[in-house]
């Protein structure tokens, strides 16, 4: 007879999640009431310049107590961008930062919390999940490298719908690739909670489910509400660990500058197709929760369907940085940090210089994975 038995890390930030999380469309509308509720004066509103219009409603919604806004963010968080924004918040007088965006808005947050301690509030309008760690890739001489402190953990997230419905559609598919992957890249890894592993397999079929009727319908709020409560799933997730797809999906994006959710798509499938083979049963859960028994396959189908990136020249890798590509995600131990909390934890699937040459080598040809049709 077996008997069930399993340990995750305890303390520290895995599988830890936001205090407070408000969900709902219109749910913006509580803001300066959360602001209240944390006993701060004086929030910073971080954005992108895409989404700085978004910001200076924000700060006109919040009056003059608002410190001012940041409109600065990038993808991939330069450490120089972050240190500057701690300086900038340090002269506005800020004691608490509002991210309003995407990852890169709450990345570049964390990236001043990290020091700072600030407290964050994350409003994101996109499906990054990023909200929900209180991990941080911050690139640093041309390689990102994961920063984890409970000091990048968001208090509040406001997950409001109604701000996405504007979201290209382009960027949504690209975003809602990158929830599905924290979903795939957590579920095998014995670091994550039994209480949050469900979260994975569920997000993963939400995701799913809501990405090609919120391509088919872009201003569908239903749809997009769908897509980002399988976002926050996805992040819940990943609080319990991550490796081999982000090793090599952060690659991509710190290494080669490309955006973090065609970096997702265009290894995905391949990646999935490298872990269905260590950790069958975990990964056989997420097969069947989206209807499916050729999981690596449909991934890739979801990819082409909404018109993504699954091959490396597609994001401007070319074959001669192969060797280069496959040196730095291999040598990005910290994505398998997991492992070493604990004697116990073991991962089925740990990032090598053999398995990156692989999965790289497939994501080069980009040819479906999985029973051929």
Sequence with gaps: MSL????????GVYNATPDRVVFGPGSIAMLPDEVDRLGMTRPLVVTTPGRAEMGKRIVAALGDRCAGILPEAVSQVPIELARRGRERAAEMGADCLISVGGGAATGLCKGIAFESGLPIIAVPTTYSGSEMTAYCGMTIDGVKHMHESPAMLASVVIYDAELSRQLPVAVTAASAMNALAHCIDAAYLPSVSPLLLPAAIEGARVVAGALPSVLAAPDDLAARNDLLYGAYLGGAALTGGFALQHAVAHMLGGSFGVEHGLAHAAVLPYVTAHLVERAPVALGRVAQAM???????????????????????????????????????????????????????????????????????????????????
């Design 4 to 11: 069930r038995t399993f340990a995750h890390p305890g303390g």
């Design 291 to 373: 209807g499916t028994d050729d999981l690596p396959g449909l991934i890739w189908d979801v990819a082409v369907a909404a018109k993504l990136p699954v091959r490396l020249s597609d994001v401007g890798i070319r074959q001669e940085d192969l060797e280069v590509a496959i040196r730095i995600a291999s040598a990005a131990e910290s994505y398998d940090v997991n492992t070493s909390l604990d004697p116990s934890l073991s991962n089925p699937a740990p990032v090598t210089e053999a398995v990156v040459r692989s999965v790289l080598s497939a994501a080069a040809a980009g040819d479906r994975p999985g029973p051929s049709r």
